[in-house]
């Protein structure tokens, strides 16, 4: 155990409690920052030990993680993020997202590794942080404002360098897939981390910071940092990334049939070519990303309404071919238009999704139909303001909104554990299924993106290497990258080799750690994300872990890979093994001694009063 803080990290985390109105600071030790790193380790850690079992996600008792990591806001590559967590309103499970903004540097500069907000306010402010002090702030004249409104009034108040994290009005109607947006944009937090800012009438955090975080060996840092961005400039997909970035992803996953297209019914879009990269580049006009990054992704169009929109794969897929909507201006409305209402892309285009389909089936009359862009457009605002019925129906998010509709929808709900699935479709892909079925947040593809290199293996097999490759995938994505805080697209893009971070590290602390170390750091934040969920849940069933039910019972009609589905005998064989590779039960339960092996015998202790835990 280390009793002091180490060189990289400020040691310092900042609770402020808005029902007293009061901060407190936790110096916390050495054996934190090694044990959990940061970010996702730091947020998971925070809400098990001090989020009481049964916390209502929208009550008081609820806490807001704002957790950065050593390297962030220190020079390397795409190091400028933070990752937001709480108890999640949408799942009931532990929740987080990233994102990439000046906050997460200002967070730094202010003097913390981490924000919690605890308690709740009686009305609405915004809670400054400057230089280790926070105030709270009354925010009545913001309240109602729409992101990128509240924003630049901060800005203009705390100056252009400030780093602003704010709610729109889906966080404040409490929309169980609200989100937090900074710079007009840049979002995260799908699983409705703006909800929980909203049930605590935070309308905004404001971070300003004047002291850079101090590397361990300062000089060293700077010249691996100069070297890891000429490495990353001169990879050979670097030019494409530049103008395309994510937006490429259309035409891959049109070719290889996995592009969402009406509510995941198929693989392929007839008017893919109408939103892909190349029709991204017929209407960009600037490019914009995350501080500390040379391979910047935000791809800025001009929309169908004359307003800059900054589009990626996610946000286009899930507004466009799932909705059958094959104009990529359009499309880009609704994407603003979900980022200017505070309102998960990702989350929003399924639910209309869902909603289309509904109305397909007889089951919801008043839905738009397939490809009709203006009940598109209507629906996202009446869901961010929860209006109407429709709206406050889908502002519950799929599964809900499936429950009340009866047995029927739960066929067409495409969620795990609640959270909605994000832009790749999986009848003809077991390994992504997986990797959607056992994300530690529910179906996102953020912690394990295995399916680029699913297509180019054995493609429909069911396999015990598939299984390897999600948790080896798990590892680097969900663990590493979510605890450091980095991005991980340098890596999975450009193939900018993983031993740079060991590296990166050593000079921004002084600790010398092996990748498998951060892999081992990445299975014990897992099985704590796992341990969350037991406790919250009373315990576990493995469908849980289990993909929606549309890829098992309909097949695709188009594409290569017509008349294929998932087979749930294949699926279940390769959740057995992954469960058996974790060290959990055949209930998707960790073992004692896979949490003892991983020094969380205090979690396994308090667990094992909950639900029996097998050896
Ligand atoms: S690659 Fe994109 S998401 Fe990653 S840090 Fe750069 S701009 Fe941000």
């Excluded at 780093?163 to 995260?188: H, K, M």
């Excluded at 001009?302 to 466009?320: F, H, K, Q, T, W």
């Excluded at 094959?326 to 505070?342: C, F, H, P, Q, T």
């Excluded at 991983?598 to 667990?607: K, W």
Aim: with cysteine; net charge negative; proline share 4%.
């Amino acid at each position: 155990m280390e009793d002091g803080i180490l060189p990289g990290w400020t040691g310092r985390i900042l609770f402020y409690d808005l029902s007293k109105r009061r901060a407190r600071v936790w110096e916390y030790d050495g054996d934190m920052a090694l044990r959990f790193f940061g970010g996702r380790g730091f947020a998971a850690r925070i809400l098990w030990d001090m989020v009481p079992r049964g916390a209502d996600p929208l009550g008081p008792e609820n806490k807001l993680v704002f957790a950065a990591g050593p390297l962030t806001g220190l020079p390397g590559p795409s190091t400028g993020k933070l990752v937001v967590a709480a108890k999640s309103p949408l799942t009931g499970g532990y929740g987080d997202g990233n994102i990439g903004c000046l906050a997460a540097v200002q967070l730094r500069r202010a003097g913390f590794d981490a924000l919690v907000v605890e308690g709740a306010s009686d009305r609405p402010v915004y809670l400054l942080v400057e230089d280790g002090k926070a105030e709270a702030i009354d925010a009545d004249e913001l309240w109602g404002l729409i992101t990128f409104e509240a924003e630049r009034r901060l800005r203009e108040r705390h100056g252009r360098g400030a780093g602003v994290l704010v709610i729109g009005p889906a966080g404040e109607n409490l929309v169980r897939y609200a989100t937090v947006v900074s710079q007009e944009g840049r979002a995260g937090g799908r699983l409705g981390m703006g909800a929980v800012m909203g049930s605590k009438k935070l309308k905004a955090v404001v971070l300003v910071g004047s002291r850079d975080p101090e590397a361990a060996v300062p000089a060293e840092l700077k010249r691996l940092a100069r070297e890891a961005y000429e490495d990353i400039r001169s990879k050979k997909g670097y030019g494409f990334w530049m103008r395309q970035g994510t937006m490429m992803t259309v035409q891959w996953a049109q070719e290889n049939s996995v592009l969402p297209t009406r509510n995941f019914s198929e693989g392929v879009f007839e008017e893919a070519s109408s939103i892909d990269g190349y029709a991204m580049e017929r209407a960009k006009i600037a490019q914009r990303g995350c501080p500390l990054c040379v391979m910047t992704c935000g791809n800025v169009v001009r929309d169908a309404e004359e307003s800059p929109v900054e589009v990626d794969y996610e946000n286009i897929a899930m507004l466009g071919s799932n909705l059958a909507i094959g104009d990529i201006r359009r499309v880009a409305v609704l994407n603003r238009l979900a980022d200017m209402l505070g309102l998960d892309t990702i989350s929003a285009g399924n639910a209309i999704g869902f909603a289309m389909e509904a109305r397909e089936k007889g089951l919801l009359p008043d839905a738009p139909e397939w490809g009709d862009f203006d009940a598109a457009r209507r629906l996202l605002e009446d869901i961010a303001y929860r209006r109407g019925e429709l709206g406050g129906l889908l502002s519950l998010g799929v599964k809900r909104a499936s429950e009340e509709l009866g047995h029927e929808a739960e066929g067409f709900a495409m969620h795990v554990k609640g959270l909605e699935v994000t832009g790749y479709d999986c009848h003809a892909a077991p390994g992504m299924a997986l990797a959607f079925g056992t994300s530690p947040i529910g179906a996102h593809h953020k912690d394990a993106w295995v399916i680029a290199w699913e297509v180019k293996t054995d493609r429909l097999a069911y396999s015990r290497e598939k299984v390897e490759k999600v948790i080896w995938m798990q590892r680097i994505r969900g663990g590493m990258f979510e605890t450091l805080v980095a991005c991980r697209l340098p890596w999975i893009e450009l193939g900018f080799d993983l031993e740079w971070y060991p590296r990166l590290i050593k000079a921004a602390t002084g600790v010398s750690v092996t990748l498998d170390d951060l892999f081992e750091l990445a299975d014990r934040v897992y099985a704590l994300i796992r341990v969350y969920w037991v406790r919250e849940f009373g315990g576990w069933s493995r469908e849980m872990d289990w993909p929606p039910r549309k890829w098992f019972e309909t097949e695709l009609t188009e594409g290569p890979y017509k008349g294929h589905r998932l087979d749930p005998n294949g699926y279940g064989r390769m959740l057995s093994w992954y469960y058996e590779a974790r060290g959990w039960d055949e209930r998707g339960v960790p073992r004692k001694s896979a949490l003892e092996r991983l020094g969380l015998g205090d979690v396994a202790s308090a667990l094992s009063g909950i639900v029996g835990l097998r050896e």
